[in-house]
């Protein structure tokens, strides 16, 4: 099982940027679609972008779509997202996860192996 770790959050102002990274330590890293999520408090968890095995194919939420970019280095073990034009409603903590099951590409239950998450916060 591959261990997932984020880091790249902190405190920024709106309009600003920030890159994201989520490293894998262990076992098999590139045979899997990731995904990132975020949680802000008292909300459920919500998909935010996901790419495939390869690299090649990118999903988005239409709330960051045009802002946020996510690409994968799979001889690094690392899932990148990309962060531009900030806003107060993306202030979160984020996670990475691995896609295990088909479905719907936003649905949390496909994904396993969270990170502990990494802290965004925006401010205006």
């Known amino acids: 099982q591959v261990q997932l770790v984020e880091s790249g959050g902190g405190l920024v102002q709106a309009g600003d940027s920030l890159r994201l990274s989520c490293a894998a330590s262990?076992?098999?890293?590139?045979?899997?679609?990731m995904g990132w999520f975020r949680q802000a408090p008292g909300k459920e968890r919500e998909f935010v972008a996901a790419?495939?095995?390869?690299?090649?194919?990118?999903y988005y939420a239409d709330s960051v779509k045009g802002r946020f970019t996510i690409s994968r280095d799979n001889a690094k073990n690392t899932v990148y997202l990309q962060m531009n034009s900030l806003k107060l409603e993306d202030t979160a903590v984020y996670y990475c996860?691995?896609?295990?099951?088909?479905?719907?590409?936003?649905?949390?239950?496909?994904?396993?192996?969270w990170g502990q998450g990494t802290q965004v916060t925006v401010s205006s």
């Open positions: 996860a691995l896609r295990v099951s088909t479905g719907v590409v936003g649905d949390p239950s496909a994904y396993n192996s």
């Open positions: 262990g076992r098999t890293f590139s045979n899997y679609a």
């Open positions: 790419i495939n095995w390869s690299g090649d194919r990118r």
